[in-house]
């Protein structure tokens, strides 16, 4: 860096990737708390994450446990 300027880096992979990422912490909506009431433990996990795009299986066994009590 030199008299504070930078000079860019681009990174053609992740450019590609900017319209797509999904950060951390997105909430849930109703139609995901819904597949996760009504399949949960019912069908196999691999199956049901197909439906839940960009959650983690360790996100969804937590929204799940969560949604079951009543949190």
């Given amino acids: 860096m030199k008299g ?3 000079d860019a880096l681009i990174v053609p992979e ?7 990422y999904h950060p ?3 909430p849930w909506t109703k139609a ?3 597949i996760l009431r009504r399949y949960y433990n019912r ?6 994450m ?3 795009p ?6 969804a066994k937590d929204r799940a446990t969560r949604t079951m009590r009543g949190e």
């Fill in 4 to 6: 504070g300027k930078t």
């Fill in 54 to 59: 960009g959650r983690t299986v360790a996100a």
């Fill in 43 to 48: 069908v196999p996990i691999d199956a049901l």
């Fill in 14 to 20: 992740l450019e590609a990737m900017l319209g797509t």
């Fill in 24 to 26: 951390r912490n997105v």
């Fill in 50 to 52: 197909k439906h839940l």
């Fill in 32 to 34: 995901e708390d819904e």
